[in-house]
Structures are given as structure tokens and as C-alpha cells.
């Protein structure tokens, strides 16, 4: 079962605008997200992270927010720069009720910011 | 400290060799994950340490591989008698879980396993 899901496989931005990546969770035990971009050939790497007891985090050009109730949540970059261009991918945690701190990936959204 | 390291960074072998990747974690960093990644999918989980112990394996992980982490530092992850549906990127991971803590992971560049 896929607990961790984004179902936008691809996205297209204009440079300068907005892009949203969502992603989706099943499990309400979750406490701990975070986001990862990656580039062809190169191991993911951490972009921005949020705790269940928050539902915003801003990091320079990159926010992430949590819809709790919707198990829900997205990350904003404003504004889109071509280097932004990667595939992204949500992670979720049950580390404070698990104790495991075992991260579920989603499949990742490839992002594709046009000049 | 420059990271997680892992090596090879590519493995060519053919069906029915074993082969042993390694991962050298972040040095102050207690717990290890391997991953497996395969095209249009995102990381999935196979095993994690705590030190040297292992404390989480998936059913992903059959029988054919095993991992471990002597003294709590590098871990080696051997596959046995490969299969064509083991070619997959693996991806070891690193951090440091404190007093209930939890700080995200950092990644090494992954091994590109392809069975012949």
C-alpha cells in the first residue's frame, strides 16, 4: 500500500512563477515530512522538513505547508528558477510514535521550470 | 566530513554473482538505511542500524540479501545470486537521532546495480 503518495508524476512552470508539488499521506501516525530534490545520477538531498506540531515552514525561496486534517501537504517555490528543475519527492515519518525514524517516500513529481 | 560515501558508484554483474556494496556514513551520525530506487518510483526502504544494530528489515529483503554495520560505523549490503529484478539504484542514508529528535537524512550518490 502506497502511504505516501503524489500523484503528479510531471510538472511544467514558467520561470518567475509559482510551482506547487502535493503530496498525499495515509497514515494520520506521520509526524515528520520532509521534502528531497534530486538530480540525475546524484543521491536525493534535503531541502525543507515540517513537524506535525506546525503547519508552515519557510526556507528562502521554498515553503512547505500541512493540511493535518486533509493529510496534506505541498511545497511552494517562488519564484521558479530553471536549476529548480529536478524531481522532488515528499517523505513522511512516524519517528516521536514509532520510535523507527524510518521515512516512507512518495514517487516523486518531476519538476520542469522553463526559461 | 564529506558526506555519505558510497561505493561502487556503478555494478555491472551477471545473474548468479553476488555482489557487496558499502556505505560510509556521516561520522557522528548513529543510524544507517539502505534504500532501493527503481525507475519512476521513489526510495524504498530495506534495512536500517542504530549503531551496529540492525534493528528493521523490509520484506523487500529476501533472503539473498543481508546487510550489516561492524562496529557501528560503514555497512556493506550483499546481494546473493542476483537477479535481473535486483538492477536498481541503491542508496544508503545517514542521521543523527538524538533525545527524540529526528533530523532528516543525507543521502550518498547511490550504487547503480544492472544484472546481466
Known amino acids: 500500500d502506497q502511504q505516501v503518495k503524489q500523484n503528479s508524476p510531471s510538472l511544467s512552470v514558467q520561470e518567475g512563477r509559482i510551482s506547487i508539488l502535493n503530496c498525499d499521506y495515509t497514515n494520520s501516525m506521520f509526524d515528520y515530512f520532509l521534502w528531497y530534490k534530486k538530480y540525475p545520477a546524484e543521491g536525493p538531498t534535503f531541502l525543507i522538513s515540517i513537524s506535525s506540531i506546525k503547519d508552515k515552514n519557510e526556507d528562502g525561496r521554498f515553503t512547505v505547508f500541512l493540511n493535518k486534517s486533509a493529510k496534506h501537504l505541498s511545497l511552494h517555490i517562488v519564484p521558479s528558477q530553471p536549476g529548480d528543475s529536478a524531481v522532488y519527492f515528499c517523505a513522511a515519518s512516524g519517528g516521536r510514535t514509532s520510535g523507527t525514524y524510518k521515512y516512507i517516500f512518495g514517487t516523486g513529481t518531476r519538476l520542469k521550470v522553463l526559461a | 566530513d564529506t558526506g555519505v560515501s558510497q561505493n561502487p558508484r556503478h555494478k555491472i554483474t551477471k545473474r548468479g554473482q553476488n555482489v557487496t556494496f558499502r556505505c560510509d556514513p556521516i561520522s557522528e551520525h548513529n543510524r544507517l538505511y539502505w534504500y532501493r530506487q527503481t525507475l519512476g518510483q521513489g526510495p524504498e526502504f530495506l534495512t536500517y542500524f542504530q549503531n551496529e544494530a540492525q534493528l528493521e528489515k523490509s520484506r523487500l529483503l529476501s533472503d539473498r540479501f543481508s546487510a550489516e554495520r561492524p562496529k557501528g560505523s560503514f555497512s556493506t549490503l550483499e546481494i546473493q545470486r542476483t537477479e535481473q529484478g535486483d538492477s536498481a539504484m541503491y542508496l544508503c542514508?545517514?542521521?543523527?537521532?538524538?533525545?527524540?529528535?529526528?533530523?532528516?537524512?543525507?543521502f550518498g550518490s547511490g550504487t547503480r546495480l544492472t544484472v546481466v
Open positions: 542514508a545517514s542521521s543523527l537521532v538524538a533525545g527524540g529528535a529526528n533530523d532528516g537524512y543525507t
